[in-house]
């Protein structure tokens, strides 16, 4: 994916503001759905065990909520979250800050790192298990690895798209080096690095859910949409599915909120 | 500047030539300076006319020390300049302001690794935004202040480190008219005060004659020098004073006569820039 | 001593803390027995509860990050035939039985309506070889069926929603059927014990080697636990000890229905496990999911087993069963019903 | 953003390469390389190609000394004896095109889907006000999310998949599909006006073609996903494909088939994304 | 045009008032433009000049027909306008040509739903672009041809409809002093040929008098007439004549005098573009 892809990809993960007006207008189809679906399930019109009433799945958030299994599940998954997103978002900037800087070094791993982002990183995961073995390791591995990979492409593009202009000027007032990167590349680089630790954030979760899915089992949220599964429980998968996109939602805006600070703190905004 | 400085801060360009790579231009490389001689005198106003591309801020990017590979010589005060240094200053038509840098903060950059504590530093900058008008403006963004005011603290930002030759590449280009006339009036009276050598690249002719001592007349392909124009016009100048006219006019019809102004011809298509810009 | 002593177990699990069931492994588990024995002695227990099963197992293994194994026959073979040292110390779970289950309003009767059918199959586990020999049996092969490699929650699922005509599995179907979801038109029980899948616990090479006295210890648990779950008066109590992992006992009063708890508990590397372990070697490699023989008798190894009935005084409490899965006579046990 | 066309002389002084980061085969030759450039030429070429060859060579040594344990790294020749034994077979070659397929088909519809959802909000305020919202919420729960309910709801056949990917592949179409529609500029509209367009001509003379690039931006984007998609789905419920051949391979604890697998999954996604590449500079570039 | 047409052509405007809906003024509303009185007989060429935000733009976007609230009256040919309409060009400062379309196809989005044959459409387009000089460049797109080529295709698309009234709003803001002067010449032939209703809006106030024969002066805050100059010079024009110089300087001075020219405003801040244009 080019970099103005990924940047495509930025806007659409932070959703369209709908329209201030008619703001009841959104709701009508969510309540709709829930009202049918109520009315489904209580004179079953279709196959009960598929249809919970969303009564059933109230209660069901409510049990998880009370015996703190939730709280247990969901702490374990954005530990490692956080972790993984850590690892590879420190590990991001320093690759994507030598490629970016050092042209030898982005000729030598450039092409390598470029043909890596191309294999979907899920592939990876029966490697890695079996490489890094079971429980958080290998996962943390795994998110790390997926956080990665959009911060060393921000990183490296944002540092090597520093205006030319900007740089002669760092040139005519005769700034080392070391004041040409600290106070000309890395503040221009900045917004790009910044798209790239907030994919990052996002990419970690979704591999969070790929790695509670696909590595052996452990706590964790994506444990308990597995468990729903496995155990039918169709209460427990929507509930899992709420969980896991609000906790999605939750990034998206906090990653959103902070731009916004960010923005402002850097005081510019054009 | 004082008097005695004066013979040593002489800029001196001969038989300089420049030729830049380019795989449309006949054999691979472009002529774009050729055969340049200019004698600027400490503390001079000398305007550069020219069609576009006959190599007006090629010729600037040479002086500051921007580009190093060219042919010929370029002294100031005797010594041929090397790289870019503290005793030449710029103002780019672009402003270049650092966008994340606040007007007091960019001024200073002009003064970044010069030999001052930073409280003179900070004295100076002060001194300088006062200079361009722009009390009160201190800690806005580039964002936040319109087009003449952040060309006015480029301004600033290229006299702050008192250079000995300041280098204006069309620096007004941007502005509407009216904003452009206030700001010629602020370049004429801090030149006045401050008796810096300038260097002015226009394509304004009534810029040119209006600010000059000397409007330097260039034309493309290869750029040469086709005329030098003395203006030896009193200051204040008045744009009506028919002695201004004649000059103006004069300078006017080198220009817009056939073949200086090479035919109007369209940019190379840069589709890569389009594609993202669009 | 080691500080730690990790044993993999090759399913999900379920419950709080986690634990899992049908196998004598499981009472050890949650009774705590081994933490028991061990107390005192600096060495702790870690239990590993995998979801992808036998094959996760094996990659455990392969980079050392458990040092006991509790797998199904199948892929404790793949694990060998790769190259993994592992040695079989006792059985802890035999006959484990396996079935075909269809909606409830499937037409498909019997096995050989399955043909043409889309049928679930959890390839690379022990089921699979059997549900290929379930097929012979009646004149199928895998290719007369439209097989899909499902592991067991999503085998569920897709029998539901009816993505899948049938599936193969184990006794976690009977909780489904018992939702009235699922019919049962298949089952081992009561057939050639030839058709029923075992597992065992193993031990990897390198720790038996290091620390023999620490695998025997885990040994005489893993019997006890094993006479305990044979004894017929702990049946309801066993259940209900195996429901805590999540499956009803229902399940399990089903699954064990009609068979002695000495026969399916028992810890005994006889002629039948032998057989079974060296049939599976043979299939597996006719189906290529395995690339070279293994040795099962260089495998298997008693010694520890031996000591330990010997140290608990049961040498003749279960009954040794022949190849064909018949008891040996002389052998006679205390448990035969 | 000027992604392609500045380089930046930043420490070293050279030109750097036209692209950030350079695929291995011929970097682009900037238009105006300084003259030094030629000389340094052929060692640039190959430095790209040091370090897949070391990683190549430690991993056959490896394998021949024995450093790494086969189970955890099968030796490179292995691999590529397994990769050949399923190219020559023919099974590799059923395990793709099954995936290609699902690919294909969950793509057409995610992207039909789409650009239908995607035009209907960027188009009619009202539409926008209703689904909006829902689409926004349901945006966020991922394709793993949605795994176990669609299985539930529609079984592990095909359509599991289908649907999946199709989810997959709508998400950026449908945003970039609204996201075009509504940026069209207010000074190009008005445009229209002053020239009597009627709403159909505003839409397909001005809105339409204004959103082409974005709209190719969506597909582009849709596609890369359906693609890592396919493989997650596969990974979880499938009888053929790669992602099976990957999953299956690790049930046979055969690494030497996952690895086969991998590099075959990277070669497609990399052949698709140079395809694609290639295809978005053609459409923006004459659009 | 014929003469008989020309009484029946005239614009005109009558108490015109507008005000926007701003959340930073007092009130919540912004008056704009306030009682604006303008007569413009057929074939007239009237500039208005005057500081930035005045609502010149506004003017403009009233005639055209695009903004539908305002109060006062405006008559074209004794009609009040409603909505846009064939008999009112326009072109924009920023050419806003599509980028999708070539020359050609640009200029003949003019006659889009003209009443012509497609072979009467193509005739014109080919006239037209005849009339703006840029025959071999029918096929080219906009981002391959330069700044000033752009807009005289935009000039000749807002002509090829031949509107009664032609409105220009800053069409060569964006250009250098050189073309823009050129195409200045060019619109005075246009205008002299075509002999169509012109209204000019222009920073540049030697430009308004150099193509007028009327100049419009507004002030802003909010923005009125001010005083309306009569250009009463013969065509073709000079630049250094006199009484040129004299009416232009008449105009400056009206200008450049405190108070109508509004104080340089910083633009307001927009942090929402932010993340992703940045
Ligand atoms: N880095 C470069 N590489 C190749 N060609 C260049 C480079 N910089 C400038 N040129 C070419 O040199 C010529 C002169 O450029 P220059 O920018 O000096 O012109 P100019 O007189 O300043 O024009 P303008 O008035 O448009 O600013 C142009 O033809 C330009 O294309
Ligand atoms: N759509 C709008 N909503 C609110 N205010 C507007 C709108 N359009 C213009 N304005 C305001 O009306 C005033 C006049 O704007 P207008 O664009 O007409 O000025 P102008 O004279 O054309 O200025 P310029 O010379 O900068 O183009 C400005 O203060 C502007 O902010
Ligand atoms: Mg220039
Ligand atoms: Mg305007």
Not at chain 1, 160 to 185: D, H, I, M, N, S
Not at chain 3, 230 to 246: I, Q, V, Y
Not at chain 4, 105 to 124: D, I, Q, R
């Amino acid at each position: 994916m080019s970099v103005a892809t990924e940047r495509a990809e930025l806007a659409t993960l932070a959703p369209l503001k709908p329209q201030a007006t008619g703001r009841w207008r959104g709701f009508v189809l969510p309540v709709a759905a829930i009202v049918l679906w109520s009315l489904a399930a209580r004179f079953e019109l279709v196959n009960s065990a598929l249809l919970v009433a969303p009564g059933k799945v109230l209660a069901t958030a409510w049990e998880q909520l009370e015996t703190g299994r939730l709280w247990r599940a969901l702490s374990a998954s954005l530990a490692r979250e956080a972790t993984g997103f850590l690892i590879g978002t420190l590990g991001g900037l320093v690759l994507g800050a030598l490629l970016g800087l050092w042209p030898f070094f982005n000729r030598l791993i450039g092409p390598s790192f470029n043909t890596f982002k191309q294999i979907s990183l899920f592939a990876w995961i029966p490697l890695i298990s079996v490489w890094f073995g079971l429980g958080d390791v290998a996962k943390v591995v795994f998110l790390s690895l997926a956080a990665l990979v959009p911060v060393v492409v921000n990183t490296c593009d944002g540092i090597r798209t520093t205006p030319k202009a900007l740089l002669e000027v760092a040139r005519v007032y005769g700034f080392t080096r070391w004041q040409t990167v600290t106070q000309v590349v890395l503040p221009s680089a900045l917004p790009a690095i910044f798209t790239g630790v907030y994919l990052a954030l996002i990419y970690s979760w979704l591999a969070t859910i790929g790695a509670e899915y696909l590595l052996v089992a452990g706590k964790g949220i994506a444990n308990t949409l597995i468990e729903g599964s496995e155990h039918f429980r169709m209460d427990l998968v929507l509930f899992g599915m709420v969980v896991i996109g609000g906790v999605g939602w939750a990034m998206n805006a906090s990653a959103r909120w902070l731009e916004r600070r960010l923005a402002r703190w850097l005081g510019r905004s054009s | 500047m004082n008097a005695v400085a004066a013979a040593e801060n002489e800029l001196r360009i001969r038989a300089l030539g420049k030729r830049y790579a380019s795989t449309q231009a006949a054999g691979g490389e472009l002529q774009v300076l050729d055969n340049i001689d200019l004698h600027v005198p400490a503390g001079r106003f000398v305007s550069i006319v020219g069609a576009s591309g006959c190599g007006k801020s090629t010729l600037l990017r040479l002086v500051l020390g921007l580009e190093d590979q060219y042919e010929g010589r370029i002294t100031l005060g005797g010594q041929p300049i090397a790289g870019t240094g503290p005793e030449r200053g710029i103002v780019f038509q672009d402003h270049r302001l650092f966008p994340w840098l606040n007007v007091e903060q960019n001024i200073a950059v002009g003064l970044r690794n010069a030999p001052l504590t930073p409280a003179e530093k900070r004295e100076r900058v002060a001194e300088h935004v006062a200079l361009v008008g722009l009390q009160g403006f201190e800690q806005s963004f580039p964002h936040q202040i319109s087009g003449g005011m952040a060309q006015r603290v480029a301004i600033a930002r290229g006299l702050v480190n008192r250079p000995r030759v300041l280098l204006l590449d069309e620096p007004f280009g941007a502005l509407d008219a009216l904003t452009r006339a206030r700001l010629q009036n602020e370049l004429q009276r801090i030149w006045q005060a401050e008796r810096i050598t300038m260097l002015l690249v226009t394509h304004d002719v009534e810029e040119a004659v209006f600010l000059a001592n000397q409007v330097v007349v260039m034309q493309p392909h290869p750029g040469r020098i086709r005329r030098i124009v003395d203006v030896d016009l009193p200051h204040p100048r008045h744009r009506s004073d028919p002695r201004f006219i004649a000059l103006r006019d004069d300078v006017l019809a080198d220009f817009l006569e056939p073949g200086v102004l090479g035919a109007e011809q369209p940019p190379a298509p840069d589709p890569s820039s389009w594609r993202l810009a669009w | 001593a080691p500080e730690v002593i990790r044993i993999g177990v090759a399913t999900a699990g379920g419950g709080d803390p986690v634990t899992w069931g049908g196998s004598p492994g499981g009472v050890a588990r949650n009774q705590q027995w081994l933490e028991e024995e061990l107390k005192g002695s600096g060495t702790k227990i870690e239990w590993l509860f995998f979801k992808g099963a036998g094959p996760a197992v094996n990659e455990a293994l392969s980079n050392k990050q458990i040092d006991f194994a509790y797998q199904g026959d199948l892929p404790s073979l793949v694990g060998r035939a790769n190259g993994l040292d592992t040695k079989l110390l006792l059985a802890s779970g035999t006959r484990n039985n396996l079935y075909v289950v269809v909606p409830p309003q499937s037409d498909i009767q019997s096995i050989k309506d399955l043909k043409d059918r889309k049928v679930s199959i959890f390839r690379g586990t022990n089921g699979h070889l059997v549900a290929i020999n379930v097929l012979a049996a009646n004149g199928l092969s895998e290719r007369d069926i439209k097989g899909v490699n499902l592991d067991t929650g999503s085998a569920q699922a897709a029998l539901v929603s009816s993505g899948v005509d049938a599936a193969f599995g184990g006794s976690e179907w009977f909780k489904v059927r018992d939702q009235g979801l699922a019919r049962i038109v298949y089952s081992t029980q009561g057939q050639d014990p030839a058709f029923t899948r075992q597992a065992a616990l193993l031990v990897h090479g390198a720790f038996e080697k290091a620390h023999p006295a620490e695998v025997q210890r885990v040994v005489d648990v893993f019997v006890r636990a094993a006479k305990w779950a044979s004894d017929e008066k702990n049946r309801t109590e066993l259940f209900a000890t195996w429901a805590k992992s999540g499956t009803p006992a229902a399940s399990y009063q089903a699954e064990f229905e009609n068979q002695s708890l000495a026969e399916r508990n028992t810890p005994l590397l006889d002629a039948f496990l032998r057989a079974r372990y060296k049939a599976v070697v043979d299939d597996a490699l006719k189906l290529k999911l395995i690339r070279r023989s293994v040795t099962v008798d260089d495998w298997f190894e008693p010694k520890y087993l031996q000591a330990a009935l010997k140290k608990q005084g049961l040498e003749n409490h279960w009954t040794a069963y022949d190849a064909k899965g018949k008891p040996i006579a002389g052998s006679a046990s205390v448990a035969a019903r | 953003m000027g992604v392609e066309q500045t380089f930046v002389p930043l420490l070293t002084g050279g030109a750097l390469a036209a692209s950030s980061l350079p695929a291995p085969a011929g970097a682009a030759t900037p238009a105006a390389a300084p003259r030094k450039a030629p000389a340094r030429r052929r060692g640039d070429a190959l430095l790209p190609w040091l370090l897949p060859a070391a990683l190549l060579g430690l991993w056959f040594l490896g394998a021949a000394q024995g450093w790494i344990s086969p189970q955890v790294l099968p030796p490179p020749q292995f691999v590529w004896e397994t990769l050949r034994d399923l190219a020559l077979s023919g099974e590799l070659w059923l395990h793709v095109s099954a995936s290609l397929q699902r690919v294909l088909v969950g793509f057409a519809a995610g992207a039909l889907l789409g650009l239908a959802l995607g035009s209907a909000m960027g188009l009619s305020r009202s539409a926008e006000a209703y689904l909006l919202p829902s689409f926004n919420a349901l945006v966020q729960i991922p394709v793993l999310g949605w795994l176990p309910f669609v299985l539930l709801l529609v079984g592990i056949g095909e359509p599991l998949k289908y649907i999946l990917i199709a989810k997959a592949a709508l998400v950026p179409v449908a945003l970039n599909t609204l996201q075009g529609f509504r940026q069209t500029p207010a000074s190009l509209r008005e445009v229209g006006r002053v020239y009597g367009y009627t709403p159909r001509q505003q839409v397909l003379e001005i809105v339409l073609p204004h959103a082409v690039p974005t709209l190719f931006t969506g597909l582009r984007l849709g596609f890369t996903k359906a693609w890592l998609s396919l493989v997650v789905v596969e990974l979880v419920a499938s009888s053929e494909g790669l992602g099976y051949l990957i999953v299956y391979g690790r049930q046979l604890f055969q690494l030497d088939q996952v690895m086969a697998a991998v590099i075959v999954v990277g070669a497609i996604g990399y052949a698709i994304d140079r395809v694609l590449d290639w295809a978005e500079r053609r459409v923006k570039g004459t659009a």
